[in-house]
């Protein structure tokens, strides 16, 4: 297993944040005795140590959930060892803005037009292998597929 950011390791030593607030705020305090505090001094000593293990295993919680934390910034991840993971080829996202804002004139017509000739363009100085998803503000589900150039093409609004 692996890491993508390794150096977040390091926020593991905010685990001592809730072992300090565990020994503040458990510490003993003196105690006062009163005349008719028996009854609660036998109550007391059956509860000490229920409250004790509860105790604890809040500590535990609060130490497993900071550890967690620091592991899933860390970004664990495994490796691929076999070569078809490196063979694949990229794929190309093309994202054109159909929205009523590119209806305007710019300086060389209107601003949608423009948006598909340079995609057409990107599509054809590309090799002939490539993969391309285009994107546009419609969200139509045949727009959410990898296509080919031919098929890209065909496929601009």
Same mark, same amino acid.
């Given at each position: 297993? #692996?890491?993508?950011?390794?150096?977040?390791?390091?926020?593991?030593?905010?685990?001592?944040?809730?072992? +300090? +607030?565990?020994?503040?705020?458990?510490?003993?305090?003196?105690?006062?005795?009163? /005349?008719?505090?028996?009854?609660? *001094?036998?109550?007391?000593?059956?509860?000490?140590?229920?409250?004790?293990? !509860? *105790?604890?295993?809040?500590?535990?919680?609060?130490?497993?959930?900071? #550890?967690?934390?620091?592991? &899933?910034?860390?970004?664990?991840?495994?490796?691929?060892?076999? /070569?078809?993971?490196?063979?694949?080829?990229?794929?190309? +996202?093309?994202?054109?803005?159909? /929205?009523? /804002?590119?209806?305007?004139?710019?300086? #060389?017509?209107?601003?949608?037009?423009?948006?598909?000739?340079?995609? !057409?363009?990107?599509?054809?100085? #590309?090799? &002939?292998?490539?993969?391309?998803?285009?994107?546009?503000?419609?969200?139509?589900?045949?727009?959410?597929?990898?296509?080919?150039?031919?098929?890209?093409?065909?496929?601009?609004?």
């Amino acid at each position: 297993m #692996s890491f993508v950011n390794p150096i977040f390791f390091w926020a593991m030593f905010a685990i001592a944040i809730p072992i +300090i +607030i565990h020994l503040i705020n458990f510490r003993r305090h003196k105690t006062l005795y009163f /005349s008719n505090t028996s009854f609660l *001094q036998d109550i007391k000593k059956e509860t000490q140590t229920r409250t004790k293990l !509860k *105790q604890i295993l809040i500590l535990l919680a609060r130490i497993f959930a900071i #550890s967690m934390l620091v592991v &899933a910034f860390a970004g664990p991840f495994l490796p691929s060892n076999n /070569s078809d993971a490196q063979s694949k080829t990229h794929i190309n +996202i093309i994202y054109i803005d159909n /929205s009523f /804002s590119m209806e305007n004139e710019g300086k #060389s017509g209107v601003v949608f037009e423009q948006a598909r000739q340079i995609a !057409k363009q990107i599509v054809f100085n #590309s090799g &002939a292998g490539k993969e391309f998803i285009l994107i546009t503000n419609d969200m139509f589900p045949e727009h959410q597929f990898v296509l080919d150039r031919d098929k890209f093409i065909q496929e601009v609004p």
